[in-house]
């Protein structure tokens, strides 16, 4: 299945490496920080069809539900809550290769199966999270952590 749609798409390192132009692009010039994590997740669910991704943004000490795309979703996590409140709360990068034995797991989505959540941090602080959900079970891994710490440093926070 992986190796497939490597044949059709390229490498999972092939995608990130066209998206990651494209995303410089559509963020140059623009300084609204909603229009910008919109168009961002708008990018990856193009690219890569996975079930949800999207942006929680830290609002009154909650994550609040910002731009997405997927499925409708759980609108605020408090901190330590679910793979995005751990991520916030440890202020890394999750990789869930099974979100059933994610203790606390929020299921938004039946569905989903992996994920993977990277806090955006400014100034020691996280201000965000980027959020991913697969229907595939081990959907991501470093190649994932990598380039997507790297497309959260283009964002305007
Ligand atoms: N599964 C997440 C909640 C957000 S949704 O997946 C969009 C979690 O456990 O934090």
Redesign the pocket.
């Known amino acids: 299945m992986a190796e497939d749609l490597a044949i059709l798409y390229g490498s999972k390192e092939e995608q990130y490496q066209s998206l990651i132009p494209q995303i410089r692009g559509l963020l140059e010039g623009e300084n609204d920080l909603v229009a910008n994590l919109a168009n961002t997740a708008a990018a990856l669910k193009e690219q890569f069809g996975w079930l949800?991704v999207?942006f929680?943004v830290v609002k009154e000490n909650e994550l609040v539900l910002g731009p997405?795309q997927?499925p409708v979703?759980?609108t605020r996590?408090k901190k330590g809550?679910?793979?995005?409140?751990?991520?916030w709360a440890e202020a890394k990068t999750l990789i869930v290769p099974d979100?059933g034995k994610?203790p606390?797991?929020?299921?938004?989505?039946s569905s989903?199966r992996s994920?993977i959540?990277v806090p955006v941090i400014r100034h020691n602080e996280v201000v965000a999270v980027l959020?991913a959900?697969s229907t595939e079970l081990s959907q991501f891994d470093t190649t994932d952590q990598q380039y997507l710490e790297e497309i959260i440093t283009l964002l305007n926070f």
Do not use: L, P, Q
């Open positions: 949800w999207g929680y997405f997927g979703a759980c996590i809550r679910g793979v995005c409140g751990s991520s979100v994610f606390g797991h929020i299921a938004c989505s989903s994920e959540v959020d959900d």
